[in-house]
């Protein structure tokens, strides 16, 4: 069962990166740091994965992940080759992007959320390893990550390559994503994880503050204090992470727009800056200031709104490549499997009820035979299923069931040993000789039809 609490964690990540790309604002990065989140979730899903199966579940996330992105090339890079791009070996990078794959002077704009790929894909690839480790020395491990991004800042890496920075600033999430499928951020005390949580958060405050970025505070410059307050942040919101979250339910088209978010996440995630740069000459056209908050508002509703339509174009890609039913808009109600029906019995229908002075009359029950047991699998076809015959002539009055061991009480119902005091009463079920359990079977005539779910 699907938590909907990560769920509704992915649901918000998305929105905020939409809209900060939107609107600009660097406080929206200090308020949910939502590209650590998404990582730290990936973290945790990826650790499932590789318990469940093992090294094929490499195989699996990059069949998941790359179908979503060879949508957008077939599509943009064909337009970046018309407008400038120089063709080369590296645009194969498009294919499987470990590094930067090329882009001209508007696809770098349009194209730049590519990173995030760029980065799950090696954080992908290390997680065997990386898992491997963590469950030896979890503490260390851990560590790993940011130590190599204070090396990296102080100037004794200065010509670390971007992915190495990259491992640095967000595999710690994605390593505190493995804490939280392990159990272990859900086992620290409060004693111990809150303290924690305020002991980064305000190191990375603290190397904010001394070291703005061309944008101010802007947690995407700021790689150090990226790290730190993202960590006091997923330490509280997966450390403290409930169960589940059944409220999401109680509001259907909330939890359908919950739903259809994280179905498509990656394709709102992929195509949604290719709007935003497409709007941006527009809105200046017609006089929306981008400080001017009815003007955002409505980029924010046509960027909205252009990721819908394509999302409804090219969506169902994400149902392919996770081999679910392709879906227009997902998360509707399904419709119930048919039932086959399968007779039984030497007629199709029960039989009919017998008439008696008053109308008609129930036939009365009998006690079972013995169960001969029909391997229902085995035998689709009606005339396959072997039948006892009903019996012939008056009905037979009803037997009492009797427990073993435990004598007929009045009535026809099961008695009960008398018990004497220390004595402790006991239930038995009946059994049968072999030593399994009988169930008193109905006439044959009742058994008319059985209904089988299709799978």
């Known amino acids: 069962m699907r938590n909907r609490y990560l769920d509704l964690l992915r649901f918000l990540a998305i929105i905020r990166v939409v809209v900060y790309h939107v609107t600009g604002w660097a406080s929206l990065t200090l308020v949910f740091p939502a590209m650590a989140v998404m990582f730290a979730l990936a973290g945790s899903l990826m650790a499932a994965s590789l318990d469940r199966s093992g090294p094929a579940a490499l195989l699996r996330r990059l069949r998941r992940l790359l179908p979503s992105l060879w949508v957008v090339a077939v599509v943009l890079v064909p337009a970046m080759l018309m407008t400038g791009l120089p063709p080369g070996p590296k645009v194969l990078l498009w294919l499987f992007p470990v590094a930067d794959p090329p882009a001209n002077h508007w696809g770098a704009l349009a194209l730049s959320p590519i990173w995030y790929l760029r980065d799950y894909l090696w954080f992908l690839l290390a997680s065997p390893v990386a898992l491997w480790l963590f469950r030896r020395a979890p503490v260390a491990t851990l560590a790993l990550p ?175 490549a996770a081999r679910r039913r392709p879906e227009l808009v997902p998360g509707g109600r399904r419709a ?74 009045p009535a026809g119902t099961a008695g009960r040993p008398a018990t004497g005091p220390g004595e402790k009463r006991r239930e038995r079920s009946s059994v049968g000789a072999a030593g399994r359990a009988v169930v008193p079977a109905p006439r044959v005539a009742e058994l008319a039809t059985v209904e089988i779910s299709a799978g």
């Open 146 to 320: 940011y130590a190599l991004l204070l090396v990296i800042e102080l100037g004794l890496l200065p010509a670390a390559p971007v992915p190495l920075r990259e491992f640095g600033v967000y595999f710690g999430a994605w390593l505190l994503g493995f804490a939280h499928h392990d159990g272990l951020l859900r086992r620290l005390a409060n004693r111990v994880l809150l303290p924690t949580a305020l002991a980064l958060a305000g190191a990375g405050a603290a190397w904010i503050v001394t070291h703005p970025g061309p944008r101010g505070f802007d947690l995407n410059d700021i790689d150090l204090g990226n790290a730190l307050w993202s960590a006091a942040f997923i330490l509280v919101l997966l450390g403290r992470a409930p169960a589940t979250a059944h409220w999401i339910e109680r509001s259907p088209l909330f939890s359908r727009a919950v739903t259809v978010l994280n179905r498509r996440a990656l394709t709102v995630y992929l195509w949604h800056m290719s709007f935003v740069v497409l709007l941006t000459p527009l809105v200046d056209v017609v006089g929306w200031s981008h400080e001017d908050p009815l003007g955002l508002a409505i980029r924010v509703v046509l960027v909205f709104a252009l990721v819908g339509v394509v999302t409804l174009l090219v969506g169902w890609v994400e149902d392919v």
């Open 336 to 409: 119930p499997r048919p039932a086959h029906t399968v007779a039984v019995g030497p007629t199709a229908g029960a039989l009919p009820p017998r008439q008696g002075p008053a109308g008609p009359v129930r036939p009365a029950p009998v006690a079972a035979d013995p169960v001969v047991p029909v391997p229902v699998a085995a035998h689709r076809d009606a005339s396959a299923v072997p039948v006892r015959p009903a019996p012939a002539g008056p009905r037979t009055p009803v037997r009492p069931v009797r427990t073993l061991g435990v004598p007929a009480g």
